[in-house]
């Protein structure tokens, strides 16, 4: 599977942002998806996963609240929701495809720049 991560771009402190992650190449009914974040000097951090069956997600303490990660099997994608953002969610994120019997990533996007500003 091939990910295609966009959405990414400058808001203002408070305000929202949509990211998306396009899959092809594969089923992709039959990934988990999560999302990861790395800031300018940090290491990448996680962020928010869901199940391939979309039913169970989890999120990194920071963004509970604030952030919703869901997918769209008809249309391949999955989806970042961010609200609240805060300028320490400045970084770029990345989306990530885990198969069912895999114990890492199988697939990464390539990611897309958050800036928030205050």
């Known amino acids: 599977v091939q990910l295609q991560a966009s959405g990414g771009g400058l808001v203002q402190a408070g305000g929202s942002l949509t990211l998306s992650c396009a899959a092809s190449?594969?089923?992709?009914?039959?990934?988990?998806i999560a999302w990861f974040r790395q800031a300018p000097g940090k290491e990448r951090e996680f962020v928010a996963t869901?199940?391939?069956?979309?039913?169970?997600?989890d999120y990194e303490d920071s963004v509970k609240g604030r952030f919703t990660v869901s997918r769209d099997d008809a249309r391949n994608t999955a989806y970042l929701q961010m609200n609240s953002l805060k300028p320490e969610d400045t970084a770029v994120y990345y989306c990530?495809?885990?198969?069912?019997?895999?114990?890492?990533?199988?697939?990464w996007g390539q990611g897309t720049l958050v800036t928030v500003s205050s």
């Open positions: 190449g594969g089923t992709f009914t039959d990934y988990a």
């Open positions: 869901v199940t391939w069956t979309g039913l169970t997600t």
């Open positions: 990530a495809a885990q198969g069912r019997e895999s114990t890492s990533f199988d697939a």
